[in-house]
């Protein structure tokens, strides 16, 4: 083999493992703030019905979602409690909460 043949092997190997390991360090960050993201809105809607005197016992998010909608004190406790969550240390660099900022209100129609 030729010295510059065996040098752009190299180099295109160089670079296909930069790229995978950009990939592996973008998409496990990502995971993990899209499971705190899980915990803390459930943690919010949960304390928000309690706080209101209605219990939930189902696991489903959207459920607890759509009972919270139907008091309009459980929806503002909700929204703080979020907001006031997001702006934690563990979401400091979640695209997926920056998004969620933006259209809080949608979450609540």
């Known amino acids: ?3 510059v043949v065996k040098m752009k092997f190299i180099i ?5 493992l930069l790229i995978v390991c950009q990939c592996v360090m973008i998409t496990d960050p ?3 703030c899209n499971q ?6 459930e943690m919010c809607f949960s304390t928000s019905l309690s ?3 209605q ?7 959207k459920d607890l979602r759509e009972l919270c909608k139907q008091y309009k004190s459980c929806v503002a406790e909700a929204k703080n409690c979020l907001l006031t969550e997001f702006d934690g240390i563990q ?11 933006k259209s809080m209100n949608r979450i609540f129609v």
């Open 30 to 32: 990502l995971a993990l």
């Open 12 to 16: 295109m190997y160089i670079i296909s």
């Open 55 to 61: 219990q939930y016992a189902g696991e489903n998010l």
């Open 91 to 101: 979401f400091a660099n979640c695209p997926t909460v920056k998004a969620l900022r």
């Open 51 to 53: 706080n209101i005197g």
């Open 36 to 41: 705190n993201l899980q915990l803390v809105t």
């Open 1 to 3: 083999m030729d010295t």
